[in-house]
């Protein structure tokens, strides 16, 4: 990996490379992750699910694929499972016979649990040697960010006209 990293040009322009330094550290900390649940007995997305439900019990299968940004088939197949294993409930709607509100199991505590010691000790990897007051500025930056896109993207974007080249 270092070997890759050492191939890649340096550029001066720190911003120009914000997107994939983004990306680049996100996929490393999935990845980590991963390598820290394996032998749990539950996938990645998995653990999201049951993340996310926490914190949202009740809420729709569509609304949790939304929060999860997946499509409504694929959030149904990783709650089919999380239903078979004991850790998930599907709930009928009290007047939409075609929503299924979820809620956790108390079989799914112990493991919300584990997954936040799994996220505490990615999280400590990931900033280690990062001084408690960057962190914090880190964290103060990335929420700015986070809300100026959230912003951005309920804008509708105008489509200019695409330059000819001929």
């Avoid at 720190?14 to 680049?24: I, K, P, R, T």
């Avoid at 992750?33 to 539950?42: N, V």
């Avoid at 914090?136 to 080249?165: D, F, G, Q, Y």
Wanted: glycine content about 6%; some cysteine; overall charge positive.
């Amino acid at each position: 990996m270092i070997s890759f990293l050492m191939k890649v040009p340096i550029v001066n322009d720190n911003s120009a490379h914000l997107g994939f330094l983004l990306h680049d550290v996100a996929r490393l900390m999935r990845k980590r992750f991963e390598q820290h649940a394996r032998g749990f007995g539950l996938t990645r997305s998995q653990w999201q699910a049951l993340a996310y439900l926490s914190r949202n019990e009740g809420i729709s299968q569509t609304g949790l694929a939304d929060l999860l940004d997946v499509e409504p088939i694929t959030l149904s197949r990783i709650i089919d499972r999380l239903v078979e294993t004991g850790l998930v409930e599907r709930i009928a709607h009290a007047t939409d016979r075609r929503v299924w509100r979820l809620r956790l199991t108390e079989a799914a505590r112990p493991k919300l649990t584990q997954v936040r010691e799994l996220g505490d000790k990615t999280r400590s990897e990931t900033l280690a040697g990062v001084p408690e007051a960057e962190r914090e500025r880190l964290i103060e930056t990335l929420s700015a960010m986070r809300a100026n896109l959230s912003i951005a993207c309920e804008i509708p974007v105008t489509s200019k006209k695409k330059v000819s080249h001929g």
